[in-house]
């Protein structure tokens, strides 16, 4: 698929992307394993239904060798200090987080919004 590209979905209304990324342990095993825990009979309902509740209209997670790409789709007036926070209360987020940083390259018990390195856009073309 990604020579083909990826469709995307069009809400209708204005809206804004975020980009961000973060790296995992060079382990071939954990990385397996990472990316089993993210496919859709693997990922964790609530944390799905989180994500959602807090305003995301879409997140996509990319990855090269052992580097994450997130790419983070919200309606325009989207507050992303304010919809983390809020995602860090919800229920299992923490537990998924503790799990999570056993893959990944981050201190531990950093939440989501600390391990997601935001990258600047450098370059756009429209």
């Known amino acids: 698929m990604k020579q083909t590209g990826y469709k995307m979905k069009e809400y209708g209304i204005p809206t804004k992307r975020y980009c961000q990324t973060l790296d995992l342990k060079d382990d071939p095993e954990l990385i397996s394993e990472y990316r089993k825990r993210h ?3 693997e990922a964790w309902p609530e944390i799905l239904q989180g994500i959602r509740s807090v305003g995301i209209l879409e997140m996509e997670i990319y990855i090269l060798d052992n ?54 856009r450098i370059f756009h073309l429209y």
């Not at 309606?75 to 992303?80: A, H, I, N, Q, V």
């Not at 860090?88 to 923490?94: D, F, G, K």
Request: proline fraction near 5%.
């Open 39 to 41: 496919t859709e009979n």
């Open 67 to 120: 580097r994450l790409f997130m790419i983070v789709e919200t309606p325009f007036d989207f507050d992303w200090d304010e919809a983390f926070a809020r995602l860090a209360t919800l229920p299992r987020q923490e537990e998924w987080e503790t799990y999570m940083s056993i893959f990944q390259v981050a201190r531990p018990g950093a939440t989501s919004a600390e391990k997601w390195r935001m990258m600047e």
